[in-house]
């Protein structure tokens, strides 16, 4: 019998990025898909800020900078007058806390040829061809049958199968909300001529409503029609554009399609003991605001390092925070993308005005069963929020907070370097001060990282390896900090120093 740590079933976006977080843990895996060949279509192609910093941190964002672009204006045509013309969203400067404003724009299967690079640069690989047929699982182990009969045993599996997830079905788990038969699209990426690519365009004819967008970093063209009833044939598409817009469009080839119904739904759980769900096969929400594809990365972003952690000896515990945390968000992206879908079957224009809550990095964990709040005065930024950035020095050269918790470690901002060495293994701890310090103190030149934290004097910020704040508390309570994070690191005691 095969064997391996885990076993990750599916090998999109939420499967690959799962991977690449237990490839640098040092964590054995398979990812397996039971397609023939990589997906090859745009679908999702617009990622929020909070999932560029999980890209960033990933080490792959330079690459999908490069492969795509920040968007462009759109015109809306109602009948052929103009009744809206502007971009999804504006273009926001880069603030001190939030290096990364704006959505960027990268057809999915281009993101997943860039995961899949990161991904064979830990040594993994896609395994595909290979379809999880059933499994079973006991008190250690999952042990899971391949369609060739091939039995593989591991300590965890995660269905990150899509929304028909065979996984999710397997452990019985209801998938509640509804599919809106009577709203649906056809999708289509297409070679075609006689559209300018410095705009999308979208028209509103007869109760039906097309759109072409040009596809970024590719020559493609993406065309939308909620006329899902018909052939995603090169003449078909020509037709419907023709008769929507009165443009001499030419349509030679149709590079890939797809239709898709207004469903909405949520898993009723995300874990059967050994076996976890993330991303479509835990939740389905509508293309509205591009929601999918983002939270069924933080999905994966906040799975793999507890998966992890538990492997190499922190409480077991630590697994259940996964439902407790991720659920609530996914419930809330559902809520929103049907209230912009209610937008876009009134044919309304702001249903393509994307603001700031889309960006996803206001999202948080406050509350939940990792967020401990133990300052007597708490500040602005609570236990749960999101760790901002902020840029600063360190042995006179410039760096960013964000440089100094990324990876795969735990780490501790101690504003006003009181701490000194908490003597605890797996801990990253960096004392922030205000002025000139010692080596390797953190320095905020210009008060950014006070600022961003809220920090009037001293306080301690304990970052997650996710990028949330775990712990906040006064100065100097390293009993506080011990009695929260040991029972959550791979090392099962402190150190001792001195």
Not at 193 to 216: F, I, K, N, T, Y
Not at 278 to 286: K, L, Q, R, T
Not at 421 to 439: K, Q
Request: glycine residues 14%.
């Amino acid at each position: 019998m095969q064997e391996t740590e885990v076993l990750i079933a599916g090998a999109g976006p939420t499967g690959l990025v799962l991977a690449c977080e237990l490839a640098r843990r040092g964590i054995g895996f398979r990812i397996i898909d039971k397609a023939t060949e990589h997906f090859g279509g745009s679908r999702a192609d617009g990622i929020h800020p909070r999932t560029l910093e999980v890209f960033a941190d990933l080490g792959v964002l330079d690459e999908l900078r490069a492969a795509g672009d920040g968007g462009i204006p759109l015109r809306k045509y109602d009948d052929g007058d103009l009744v809206w013309e502007g971009r999804p969203s504006e273009p926001a400067p880069p603030a001190p806390g939030v290096p990364h404003p704006d959505p960027w724009f990268v057809p999915q299967f281009r993101t997943e040829e860039i995961l899949r690079k990161a991904l064979a640069g830990y040594g993994g690989q896609v395994e595909l061809g290979v379809e999880l047929r059933e499994f079973h699982q006991g008190d250690r182990h999952v042990t899971a049958v391949l369609a060739d009969g091939t039995e593989l045993r591991a300590h965890y599996l995660v269905g990150a199968d899509g929304g028909g997830s065979t996984v999710r079905r397997a452990l019985g788990i209801g998938f509640h909300g509804e599919t809106d038969e009577t709203t649906g699209a056809l999708i289509a990426d297409v070679r075609l001529s006689g559209l300018d690519r410095d705009r999308a365009l979208a028209w509103s004819r007869g109760g039906e409503m097309v759109s072409a967008q040009p596809l970024a970093g590719t020559e493609l063209f993406t065309v939308t029609t909620s006329r899902d009833d018909i052939t995603a044939t090169p003449s078909a598409l020509q037709e419907r554009l023709r008769w929507a817009s009165g443009l001499d469009v030419r349509v030679h080839e149709v590079h890939w399609n797809s239709t898709w119904r207004a469903n909405a739904r949520l898993a009723e759980r995300y874990r059967d003991g050994r076996v976890l769900i993330a991303g479509d096969a835990a939740h389905v929400c509508p293309p509205t605001g591009g929601q999918g594809m983002n939270t069924g990365v933080q999905d994966a972003y906040n799975l793999g390092w507890k998966i992890a952690a538990v492997l190499r000896g922190a409480d077991p515990a630590l697994l259940e925070t996964y439902e407790a945390e991720r659920r609530p968000v996914a419930r809330g992206v559902l809520e929103l993308s049907g209230r912009l879908l209610d937008l876009l079957r009134e044919d309304d224009s702001e249903a393509h005005v994307r603001g700031p809550e889309l960006n996803q990095l206001g999202l948080h964990y406050r509350g939940g069963p990792l967020s401990a709040e133990e300052r007597g005065e708490p500040g602005p930024l609570r236990a749960g929020d999101r760790a901002p950035d902020a840029p600063c020095e360190r042995d006179g050269a410039a760096v960013r907070l964000f440089e100094l918790f990324g990876g795969t470690r735990w780490t501790l901002l101690d504003f006003g370097g009181s701490l000194g060495d908490p003597g605890i293994a797996d801990l990253d701890v960096h004392a922030v001060v205000r002025g000139a310090g010692r080596p390797g103190d953190v320095v905020d030149v210009h008060g950014h990282a006070r600022t961003g934290y809220g920090v009037g004097a001293a306080a301690l910020f304990l970052i997650r390896p996710d990028g949330y704040l775990g712990w906040c508390g006064d100065a100097g309570d390293l009993a506080g900090l011990r009695s929260y994070l040991l029972p959550k690191l791979n090392a099962p005691a402190p150190r001792v120093t001195g």
